[in-house]
């Protein structure tokens, strides 16, 4: 299991939902049937995910370099 393939999708998978509110948010003049506090709330979601997995690949990172300076010394 590769832990950074994973970050990385979900990474790619919170920016499609941020970006999708946007636009709902965006087109709210033309449609009368979207719930302002559900996008925001989908925002504030996908931003929480975003963090997530970039903490993952940070500490994926930090292994790396941990695993690393084991085998140099």
């Known amino acids: 299991m590769d832990p950074i393939a994973t970050a990385r ?34 925002m504030v979601q996908a931003k929480a995910a975003f963090s997530a997995n970039i903490s993952v690949i940070r500490f994926a990172q930090d292994m790396w370099d941990s695993l690393l300076e084991l085998q140099t010394k």
Do not use: H
């Open 9 to 42: 999708y979900g990474l790619m998978a919170a920016s499609r939902r941020f970006e999708a509110s946007a636009v709902q948010i965006a087109n709210v003049r033309g449609d009368d049937t979207v719930d302002l506090g559900k996008e925001v709330v989908e």
